[in-house]
């Protein structure tokens, strides 16, 4: 199969931003533009919940226009969080058939700019039929997989903190993340309750943000680098959108599944994967995919982060840009965030977070796993 | 290249249903199961603007789920009304790329449950920062398009009107339409103004209908059929989404350079089209799309159906399903809806509308033409 390339990665500063979500955009991409002249891009597919957060869709047009690329293709593709990856994937399938040569995946979020208050929009992502009219918000979904996981295996409050004191500590050294302070498990045990038992710091934050990859055939490029990371797996699985129709709700079927997927497109295994970026929306999550994506064994997640065995260093290092959670959680942007963490993972750019990896996976999912997508990628 | 082929294709009755958007997808699905086992499918592709129709998102999710086909890769693809040709361009993108062997792509839309005084959330398909404040509602952009083509080109509203009587007739005969009722150019005339100079008559209606085709590659497009559509063209162009930051208003650029390409990419001139569906969301675009297309001259558009020239059994038939006029316009549907068409005409189960024609052209857009999408299919 003709595989394609992630030739140039950019990324914004992500956080609470004063500029427009184009002039964000702008931001990242002006990154890539140091490797590919925007003369070659083809195609522009971007992520984005605009919707929910700008009362704007046609967003397709709209980043083709900001970045002067009309009039060439471009769309906009959704699943919620999930978005940013399905951006990625959208330009894989576009180089691998042909069609394009040089397609640039965006993704993008301005979420600050409305208050926080408006809780209903958001609920868009949650099934009509069956949970908004409960009033059943997303942080309520995952604080139900939180207490039944607990209730399973035996994890603690304190076990969900790890996660969050190992993601502020990676992004210290993230110069772009939206937080830059360590946390305890004590802090995190403290701080406020969202919907229990996650409390304020084992939630990702409302941030605003841009992340770009240009993906090339390998004839384009060959123009751009002698070493571009190779995209050996581009997957995508679906679970009920509702997590009241799912038969285990600490099960994310559709991780596991793209995951498996994933693992079966590049012909490796987990243990072949020497770092992750994956989406650890709240804590929970991030110990749910340690499980799913063949990391730990099933009810035994947690463990791994009590061990140390995901910081930099550990034995699988597991957001080293900080994730979601430190990171930052701009939207539709997330998915293309992990993915400029990987690239600079792959390629050695990654500073004090390096961890020498030569063999990287990305997690994106959306509506609280409903949507997932897998990508690995290596050098 | 590798081609792609479509091997089925279903539609649901269109016009004002009391079903929900997830049972009408089902009755266009079924159609296409009495050629395809669903088993089969591996991904799904959704055209649909439910967050303005339904506060919705995350509808790949919700249509795989509907249809059975959990697990499989499902997502969303959005341009506003040019979302459902969108979701064929991803399908024709994942077959080529080897990725997946048969794809299926969705254009849904429950139009008719939201109160039609509600435009303030249709308005998300224009500029937020150039149009959206401003008032300016979609009806009034094609007024300003039609006036100005009006004075510049001597064409009249009775020229307009013909494009809707044509239509209204050719829906006479299409049993899933909207609207079966013939209108005159003076009943058009005196319909009542949406935005002068365009009126109820000049105007698609509000629809809730579904449509869906299945992809194929080539070699498992034999398993079903020995005639199957081959797409010998999906193309995509921008151009910018306010209006006023375009140099000609009358003059649909994206459409013309989707066109372009897929002339380009299928070695065919315009003169090889043999019947098309085209986006006359309102009549005068019709009239511009006859110009993009080449099928005639700039300026002069209006002229070919004065003469007949796009009626059922004139040199270039236009819109024989009764175009999104009769037929109707489900907006995420609508893209599909026409594809629906072509595979019947290709195919010859048009019956009465049946041309004969063995090449044909679909074109659909989004935001007053800022996305055009185009494809050439054949048999």
């Not at 942080?139 to 035996?154: D, I, S, W």
């Not at 929970?284 to 061990?307: D, H, P, Q, S, T």
Request: aromatic fraction near 6%.
């Amino acid at each position: 199969m003709v595989l394609a390339y992630i030739v140039a990665a950019g990324m914004s500063k992500i956080g609470r931003r004063e500029e427009s979500s184009r002039e964000i955009v702008a931001e990242a991409f002006e990154e890539v533009t140091t490797v590919v002249d925007p003369r070659d891009i083809e195609a522009v597919y971007v992520g984005v919940q605009s919707e929910v957060y700008e009362h704007q869709i046609m967003y397709g047009a709209l980043v083709a226009e900001a970045l002067g690329l009309l009039p060439r293709e471009a769309y906009r593709v959704e699943a919620c969080a999930a978005a940013g990856a399905l951006a990625l994937h959208t330009a894989v399938m576009a180089v691998k058939s042909g069609l394009v040569d040089v397609a640039l995946a965006v993704g993008v979020e301005k979420m600050t700019a409305k208050p926080t208050e408006v809780v209903t929009d958001a609920l868009m992502a949650a099934s009509d039929i069956v949970d908004q009219l409960s009033g059943v918000t997303i942080p309520a979904h995952y604080a139900m997989v939180a207490r039944r996981y607990m209730y399973l295996y035996g994890a603690t409050e304190e076990d969900l903190c790890e996660v969050a004191v190992k993601n502020h500590k990676h992004a210290l050294d993230n110069p772009k993340a939206h937080f830059k302070k360590a946390v305890s498990v004590e802090e995190c045990l403290k701080s406020k309750p969202v919907a229990t038992p996650l409390k304020l710091l084992d939630s990702a934050p409302i941030s605003d943000g841009a992340a770009v990859a240009v993906v090339a055939s390998e004839r384009a490029a060959r123009r751009y680098t002698d070493a571009p990371v190779k995209v050996l797996a581009s997957t995508v699985a679906t679970d009920t959108l509702s997590i009241s129709q799912r038969d285990d709700i600490v099960w994310p079927t559709a991780v596991w599944e793209a995951a498996q997927r994933a693992y079966r497109q590049a012909g490796l295994a987990p243990s072949h994967i020497q770092v992750a970026e994956v989406h650890d929306a709240f804590t929970i999550n991030e110990i749910l995919m340690y499980e799913a994506l063949g990391f730990a064994k099933r009810g035994e997640g947690y463990k791994l982060v009590r061990e140390g065995q995901t910081y930099i260093g550990g034995k699988i290092p597991v957001n080293p840009s900080g994730g979601l959670k430190a990171r930052g959680h701009p939207i539709g942007a997330t998915g293309l965030a992990q993915i400029y963490e990987l690239y600079l993972q792959l390629t050695g750019r990654a500073g004090r977070r390096n961890t020498g990896a030569e063999v990287a996976m990305a997690v994106n999912e959306g509506g609280v796993n409903s949507t997932a997508v897998v990508h690995i990628l290596a050098i």
